[in-house]
T-cell receptor, first 113, second 112 residues
Framework: DAMVIQNPRYQVTQFGKPVTLSCSQT?????MYWYQQKSSQAPKLLFH???????NEADTPDNFQSRRPNTSFCFLDIRSPGLGDAAMYLC????????????FGSGTQLSVL | GENVEQHPSTLSVQEGDSAVIKCTYS??????FPWYKQELGKRPQLIID?????GEKKDQRIAVTLNKTAKHFSLHITETQPEDSAVYFC???????????FGDGTTLTVKP
């Protein structure tokens, strides 16, 4: 049973063309995260929502934005993708902030041409 | 902020041998230490976790130990099998903190 669902599984976009990745969850968790992962490196946190409160990481480029219209859905918007933005984007949820396990979606593999 | 170091970066063992992966953390306030397994092309999945009020936890062939004084924790896999081959990430977090800090990962290869 999929609990954190990401669509699409693969996304191809053109250099500079805005793209949106989506994530939904059936766990009713308070916290939703977006991670960027390159080539089996550690997932890098971009930002997270605790309920409606948005928390941006200091080193996340302005090119990355997020929206959480309701508890179940969260979107990652990349306004002007560059070649360096090609990566796996993982959505994750947790019940509360801190000292809670993360439930990851299957990820969206983004290619930038 | 928290810093998590993970060693080794790669580990190759024969099937049936044990594997040990070690992590150290810097923030003494961290109180939750999960381990995630990520198979090639798949999502990270929690395999075991430990909280700071416990020194050791075991689940079948997998165990985790925590030394709060030394600020390090370790993953132990016994009787390894080829399906244990994956990248393993340790992480650390604390109550009411928004993020988990991940180690850089260990690529475990179990040779048949």
């Amino acid at each position: 049973d999929a609990m954190v669902i990401q669509n699409p599984r693969y996304q191809v976009t053109q250099f500079g063309k805005p793209v949106t990745l989506s994530c939904s969850q059936t766990l009713n968790h308070n916290v939703m995260y977006w991670y960027q992962q390159k080539s089996s490196q550690a997932p890098k946190l971009l930002f997270h929502y605790y309920d409606k409160d948005f928390n941006n990481e200091a080193d996340t480029p302005d090119n990355f934005q997020s929206r959480r219209p309701n508890t179940s859905f969260c979107f990652l918007d990349i306004r002007s993708p560059g070649l360096g933005d090609a990566a796996m984007y993982l959505c994750a949820t947790s019940r509360e902030q801190g000292n809670e396990k993360l439930f990851f979606g299957s990820g969206t593999q983004l290619s930038v041409l | 902020g928290e810093n998590v170091e993970q060693h080794p970066s790669t580990l190759s063992v024969q099937e049936g041998d044990s594997a040990v992966i070690k992590c150290t953390y810097s923030d003494s306030a961290s109180n939750y230490f999960p381990w995630y397994k990520q198979e090639l092309g798949k999502r990270p999945q929690l395999i075991i976790d430990i909280r700071s009020n416990v020194g050791e936890k075991k689940d079948q062939r997998i165990a985790v130990t925590l030394n709060k004084t030394a600020k390090h924790f370790s993953l132990h896999i016994t009787e390894t099998q080829p399906e244990d081959s994956a990248v393993y990430f340790c992480a650390a977090s604390k109550t009411n903190a928004g993020k988990s800090t991940f180690g850089d990962g260990t690529t475990l290869t179990v040779k048949p």
